[in-house]
């Protein structure tokens, strides 16, 4: 690691002092990749913009996101680096790896009669878990599923400015500003779904204030953005209403749930009650509602999960396997699951995202485009997505 | 007439030690002059008494080194033909030689254990023994029909080294009261108490499946799965425990929690996993 700062400093020293002339630097090296690199143009890009029709040929190549999707089916999902390169790069580019690709086939062959399958991706920290679950919620989007996902589960059980006691179970608490901004982005995703599924109870938030039962989801949703207090609730009665329904022969829609860093459903929080002794992630109410939907006790969906030990709390640096990071219970929880492991890019992986970011001129320092420069990254970054992102960011 | 020489004499002790190397010198006359201040250094050179030719000059390349050092013996800078050096190096130089090197008369040496001297041990020790048990050729067949080792020592330790383990120290061993102490655990250990009925999952020293919550979830799925008949009960549990999938996905989880997680484990868990759910 020192090692990596050392020369991280280094470079930026190289990259201030060739600053002075930098844009004739740039107008060289433009001229260079458009010259030598235009048949390259689709070796790393997929002709195939449809999850649902890539194959393992498409493997380590990039496919673009449409902006339309990216507004609707992420508002909070992706890498926050992610997202930055987003803006940047004026296009979402996600690659074809291979464990998306393999839950993409899983989820293809599924008969939807049988209980919820889940799935677990997880690998070391950066290794791209988190797009993993983006490419595959990116699939069941197209295909016309609806999307509950929980972008982060360890922001539910961590630094929480508001905590209520909950109005149904007085032994439990509260987070409105979390349910809230969840629900937002909910409505944001499945705005279609919520016109036409109804509800099957009847929900009593106040003494004046109740939803009738075959109200639309909609109608529950808002009333969840509009009264913060009851929030929380409405958020268990929406998974319940949606856990029920999925099922049910005369659904029209598949449910697939989708949770990031799902360890912390069964970890310790930093929360503390007025008396200062820690809350039990079991006394949360989202996190209790979270749970329920974890269990496969129903149908007619799929259950994705990644582990990610970089927002957890109390865990082990290095730990990333299931049972490090899930514990006796979580394992117990979600047993029988499938776990697909995420590692880092393979060497026609890195090859493909070297390429994109030349192409995108995101590698401006000119060492960087030779044989050895290529050496170097690989040598640096270990081919580990995150830290090639991080590195490179300074080229 | 007698030709005296002055020495000075720092310590009284030195006056006896001159004394005694003296008589080898001819015809000397010595006269303790307290005034007279010549250099101790000047001592060894006008004392002149001869120093022999050392030993190992004399030794022949295909001597019996066993004969040189029969036993445990310090280092003896003439009697050990190796030019070895020890200790510190001396400013801009090497360690310094084996002449009068405390380092080297310290420390243990092993001088008298040669792969030669040893040969004579076992050939001397040979009359004693009775030949090894052909059968008894591995340390597991000797484990399995001697289970029980018995280390007696006849001997105290006496060597010059205080380092030695067994310096110092006597372990007084009653072989009969082992025994006896031995006979009681076994008997012992099969007594069952009734606190050990308490005895929670937690405390299992290895994990077994049955009546575990993974088996519970998948009997759980499976049925489900099947989606109609729960009537059947205990004979439908028995029925599904019987698959050979479930077997699998038994022993998968089996190793995963008792042998802790590899990619090995975890790669048998997933394909177990599929396998079962029929995916």
């Given at each position: 690691m020192a090692l990596q700062r050392l020369s991280l400093r280094v470079r930026q020293t190289i990259n201030h002092a060739r600053a002075l002339h930098s844009t004739s630097f740039c107008q060289q090296q433009e001229a260079l990749a458009d010259h030598s690199y235009p048949d390259q143009f689709?070796?790393?890009?997929?002709?195939?913009?449809d999850p649902a029709s890539q194959t393992e040929n498409h493997i380590g190549q990039f496919y673009t996101v449409p902006a339309s999707h990216i507004h609707t089916l992420f508002p909070h999902g992706l890498p926050l680096r992610y997202q930055q390169q987003i803006k940047t790069f004026n296009e979402a580019c996600v690659m074809i790896r291979q464990p998306a690709l393999e839950v993409i086939s899983y989820l293809k062959q599924?008969?939807?009669?049988?209980p919820a399958l889940r799935y677990i991706f997880y690998g070391t920290n950066g290794s791209g878990k988190t797009m993993s679950l983006c490419h595959t919620i990116h699939f069941c989007y197209t295909q016309g599923w609806l999307v509950l996902h929980i972008p982060d589960a360890h922001r539910w059980v961590k630094n929480c400015k508001e905590l209520l006691q909950s109005s149904f179970n007085s032994a439990r608490f509260d987070q409105p500003l979390q349910a809230t901004e969840w629900l937002r982005n909910f409505r944001i995703t499945n705005e279609s779904f919520l016109t036409k599924i109804k509800t099957k109870h009847r929900y009593v938030w106040t003494k004046r204030e109740f939803t009738e039962e075959g109200s639309l989801l909609g109608e529950l949703v808002d009333q969840g953005i509009s009264r913060v207090k009851s929030s929380s609730d409405v958020v268990g009665a929406v998974m319940k209403e949606l856990r029920l329904q999925s099922g049910q022969s005369d659904a029209a829609f598949r449910l697939v749930v989708a949770v990031d860093g799902v360890n912390a459903l069964w970890g310790r929080s930093t929360i503390k009650k007025e008396d200062k002794t820690a809350v039990d992630p079991d006394e949360l109410t989202l996190i209790h509602n979270a749970r329920k939907l974890m269990k496969n006790d129903w149908n007619g969906g799929a259950i994705i999960t990644t582990l990610s030990q970089t927002g957890s709390l109390y865990s082990p640096k290095l730990s990333y396997r299931p049972q490090e990071l899930l514990g006796q219970r979580g394992f117990d929880c979600m047993d029988p699951f499938i776990p697909v492991s995420v590692p880092n890019y393979s060497e026609k992986e890195f090859e493909s995202c070297y390429l994109y970011y030349i192409d995108r001129h995101w590698l401006q320092h000119p060492q960087s485009h030779t044989e050895e420069g290529k050496k170097e990254l690989i040598f640096l970054s270990n081919r580990n997505p995150w830290m090639l992102d991080k590195i490179c960011a300074f080229l | 007439m007698a030709s005296y020489s002055t020495k000075a004499f720092l310590i009284l002790g030195r006056i006896n030690i001159s004394r005694s190397r003296l008589q080898n010198a001819t015809n000397r006359a010595t006269y303790v002059s307290v005034l007279s201040m010549n250099s101790p250094t000047g001592n060894r050179a006008s004392c002149r008494y001869q120093v022999g030719v050392p030993r190992t000059e004399k030794?022949?390349?295909?001597?019996?080194?066993t004969a040189v050092y029969p036993s445990a013996a310090p280092f003896r800078p003439n009697a050990v033909p190796l030019p070895v050096r020890m200790g510190y190096p001396i400013k801009g130089g090497v360690a310094p030689d084996k002449k009068a090197n405390l380092e080297l008369i310290k420390i243990p040496n092993f001088l008298h254990l040669t792969p030669a001297a040893i040969k004579k041990h076992c050939e001397a020790l040979k009359p004693f023994c009775t030949e090894w048990?052909?059968?008894?050729?591995?340390d597991a067949k000797c484990d399995e029909h001697f289970p029980i080792k018995v280390q007696t020592t006849h001997f105290v330790s006496a060597g010059p080294s205080l380092r030695n383990p067994s310096a110092r120290i006597v372990h007084l061993k009653n072989y009969d009261y082992a025994m006896y102490l031995l006979t009681v655990l076994y008997h012992e250990s099969w007594k069952i108490e009734g606190w050990e009925a308490e005895k929670t999952v937690a405390d299992m020293e290895e994990y077994s499946w049955e009546n575990s919550p993974s088996q519970r979830n998948l009997l759980d799925t499976l049925t489900r799965m099947k989606v109609?008949?729960?009537?059947?009960g205990e004979e439908v549990r028995q029925q599904l425990l019987g698959q050979a999938e479930v077997q699998e996905y038994k022993d998968s989880v089996t190793r995963l929690k008792n042998e802790g997680e590899n990619e090995d484990t975890l790669l048998q868990y997933k394909e177990a996993v599929k396998k079962v759910l029929k995916l």
């Amino acid at each position: 690691m020192a090692l990596q700062r050392l020369s991280l400093r280094v470079r930026q020293t190289i990259n201030h002092a060739r600053a002075l002339h930098s844009t004739s630097f740039c107008q060289q090296q433009e001229a260079l990749a458009d010259h030598s690199y235009p048949d390259q143009f689709s070796i790393f890009r997929s002709p195939e913009h449809d999850p649902a029709s890539q194959t393992e040929n498409h493997i380590g190549q990039f496919y673009t996101v449409p902006a339309s999707h990216i507004h609707t089916l992420f508002p909070h999902g992706l890498p926050l680096r992610y997202q930055q390169q987003i803006k940047t790069f004026n296009e979402a580019c996600v690659m074809i790896r291979q464990p998306a690709l393999e839950v993409i086939s899983y989820l293809k062959q599924t008969d939807y009669n049988k209980p919820a399958l889940r799935y677990i991706f997880y690998g070391t920290n950066g290794s791209g878990k988190t797009m993993s679950l983006c490419h595959t919620i990116h699939f069941c989007y197209t295909q016309g599923w609806l999307v509950l996902h929980i972008p982060d589960a360890h922001r539910w059980v961590k630094n929480c400015k508001e905590l209520l006691q909950s109005s149904f179970n007085s032994a439990r608490f509260d987070q409105p500003l979390q349910a809230t901004e969840w629900l937002r982005n909910f409505r944001i995703t499945n705005e279609s779904f919520l016109t036409k599924i109804k509800t099957k109870h009847r929900y009593v938030w106040t003494k004046r204030e109740f939803t009738e039962e075959g109200s639309l989801l909609g109608e529950l949703v808002d009333q969840g953005i509009s009264r913060v207090k009851s929030s929380s609730d409405v958020v268990g009665a929406v998974m319940k209403e949606l856990r029920l329904q999925s099922g049910q022969s005369d659904a029209a829609f598949r449910l697939v749930v989708a949770v990031d860093g799902v360890n912390a459903l069964w970890g310790r929080s930093t929360i503390k009650k007025e008396d200062k002794t820690a809350v039990d992630p079991d006394e949360l109410t989202l996190i209790h509602n979270a749970r329920k939907l974890m269990k496969n006790d129903w149908n007619g969906g799929a259950i994705i999960t990644t582990l990610s030990q970089t927002g957890s709390l109390y865990s082990p640096k290095l730990s990333y396997r299931p049972q490090e990071l899930l514990g006796q219970r979580g394992f117990d929880c979600m047993d029988p699951f499938i776990p697909v492991s995420v590692p880092n890019y393979s060497e026609k992986e890195f090859e493909s995202c070297y390429l994109y970011y030349i192409d995108r001129h995101w590698l401006q320092h000119p060492q960087s485009h030779t044989e050895e420069g290529k050496k170097e990254l690989i040598f640096l970054s270990n081919r580990n997505p995150w830290m090639l992102d991080k590195i490179c960011a300074f080229l | 007439m007698a030709s005296y020489s002055t020495k000075a004499f720092l310590i009284l002790g030195r006056i006896n030690i001159s004394r005694s190397r003296l008589q080898n010198a001819t015809n000397r006359a010595t006269y303790v002059s307290v005034l007279s201040m010549n250099s101790p250094t000047g001592n060894r050179a006008s004392c002149r008494y001869q120093v022999g030719v050392p030993r190992t000059e004399k030794m022949p390349v295909d001597q019996d080194w066993t004969a040189v050092y029969p036993s445990a013996a310090p280092f003896r800078p003439n009697a050990v033909p190796l030019p070895v050096r020890m200790g510190y190096p001396i400013k801009g130089g090497v360690a310094p030689d084996k002449k009068a090197n405390l380092e080297l008369i310290k420390i243990p040496n092993f001088l008298h254990l040669t792969p030669a001297a040893i040969k004579k041990h076992c050939e001397a020790l040979k009359p004693f023994c009775t030949e090894w048990p052909l059968a008894l050729d591995t340390d597991a067949k000797c484990d399995e029909h001697f289970p029980i080792k018995v280390q007696t020592t006849h001997f105290v330790s006496a060597g010059p080294s205080l380092r030695n383990p067994s310096a110092r120290i006597v372990h007084l061993k009653n072989y009969d009261y082992a025994m006896y102490l031995l006979t009681v655990l076994y008997h012992e250990s099969w007594k069952i108490e009734g606190w050990e009925a308490e005895k929670t999952v937690a405390d299992m020293e290895e994990y077994s499946w049955e009546n575990s919550p993974s088996q519970r979830n998948l009997l759980d799925t499976l049925t489900r799965m099947k989606v109609v008949e729960e009537e059947g009960g205990e004979e439908v549990r028995q029925q599904l425990l019987g698959q050979a999938e479930v077997q699998e996905y038994k022993d998968s989880v089996t190793r995963l929690k008792n042998e802790g997680e590899n990619e090995d484990t975890l790669l048998q868990y997933k394909e177990a996993v599929k396998k079962v759910l029929k995916l």
